[in-house]
T-cell receptor
């Protein structure tokens, strides 16, 4: 049972280019979360998606950032017109359906994509 | 109200000693409190988690102590080993969704 798969592991982009980060959740998981980790800092929530739906995007910057989780294929985090401040590690996590009553279940993290903007 | 505060920022312990990391939260709606371990270049991995209906949970050398009234919880690593050297994050989430609010992290170094 493969874990959460993220690719690429490392991504270098020039300022103004677009970055596309991919995340394939664990088999059977229908919830995907994206987090950003700046150097020497904790992880900050960005967006929570289910298949074809954005559930919570309160952590996403208003401009240049978008995320999707289509019916088929991986979840994509897209950053347009990247700037140096976007350099960070981006982690995806997945979890199965919430238990009845809304109890939380374990979120499994991928290895991350380390984006460097030059 | 969504913050989780973690201390210390860094911790150095001798092999065989006890490592203690503390976290405090503000949001009383939080009801799930996991600890994650992260090695350099890797993603966070769940270490142990607790819900507020118990005050302590132990798994091997790792113990979470939870104080609901004080809104604090801590991780104790008994018999610390050099292989435990990593960054540890506490986190919290509520029933409105599984999004996690993370502490700032503690860089643990266990000297041989």
């Amino acid at each position: 049972n493969a874990g959460v798969m993220q690719n690429p592991r490392h991504l270098v982009r020039r300022r103004g280019q677009e970055a596309r980060l991919r995340c394939s959740p664990m088999k059977g998981h229908s919830h995907v979360y994206w987090y950003r980790q700046l150097p020497e800092e904790g992880l900050k929530f960005m967006v929570y998606l289910q298949k074809e739906n954005i559930i919570d995007e309160s952590g996403m910057p208003k401009e240049r950032f978008s995320a999707e989780f289509p019916k088929e294929g991986p979840s994509i985090l897209r950053i347009q017109q990247v700037v140096r401040g976007d350099s960070a590690a981006y982690f995806c996590a997945s979890s199965p359906l919430l238990l009845l009553g809304g109890a939380n279940t374990e979120a499994f993290f991928g290895q991350g994509t380390r984006l460097t903007v030059v | 109200q969504q913050q989780v505060k973690q201390s210390p920022q860094s911790l150095i312990v001798q092999k065989g000693g006890i490592s203690i990391i503390n976290c405090a939260y503000e949001n009383t709606a939080f009801d799930y409190f996991p600890w994650y371990q992260q090695f350099p270049g890797k993603g966070p991995a769940l270490l142990i988690a607790i819900r507020p209906d118990v005050s302590e949970k132990k798994e091997g050398r790792f113990t979470i102590s939870f104080n609901k009234s004080a809104k604090q919880f801590s991780l104790h690593i008994m018999d610390s080993q050099p292989g435990d050297s990593a960054t540890y994050f506490c986190a919290a989430s509520g029933t409105s969704g599984s999004r996690l609010t993370f502490g700032e992290g503690t860089q643990l170094t266990v000297n041989p």
